[in-house]
């Protein structure tokens, strides 16, 4: 089981995928058996996947999508199943997100999800998809919730179900959004005004709030 105080800290001369790649040692190290069958498929905690252009098939809106075809195809190469779904791709039982970047730096931003306590899903780090050779790096999600979240707020939910440090930090938070003048010099000028647009809470988590326009 993880736990806040057993997971390793960024170190000052740590860059952030010599960190992400100490999580993926984290997570093989201490899976507990929840890693099978991913570890079946991948079983370095970095680990390489060579000419993966070979894997793909079909046609793709975007590398991101082309990444998780790769992933699903090389999973059913080694005789696991494996499937895409809405939002993240199924290896056996387990729910994999990817998160996919063009070079050697990490894609950290979860979008609309975010990570769960939960043991059964974890993220895939993808770095160099510009290359012939895909890294990659499995974390699970109970890691990244319990670094992301903090201590105080994530022993305040699962001794409770609720955290009153997470309701004061997104009260404040939100109370610092003034969408009005933002939208209003939107609509009149077409531009953005420079303002905040976000904030952060727990430890390693920041929530941003980013205007979008369509025309009906």
Sequence with gaps: MVTFDSIPTQSLNQSRVEYFNELARFTYNNDGGDLDPISTIFPTPIYVISNWKQHSTG????????IEQVLVNYSLSKGVFSERGHDDILIGDKQVEIKS???N??????QTSFASNVSNKFYCFVTNTLSP???LRMISSEVLYYLSLGDTITRELSTT???LTLENQLKEGLSLMDFYPLLDNLMKTGHNLKST???KIGDKVRIRFITQIELL
């Design 105 to 110: 730096t990490i894609q950290s931003q979860l």
């Design 197 to 199: 647009k976000s904030f």
């Design 133 to 135: 050779d895909l890294t």
């Design 161 to 163: 179900g609720n955290s």
């Design 101 to 103: 970047s063009r070079d």
């Design 59 to 66: 046609t793709h809106s975007n590398i991101g999508k082309e």
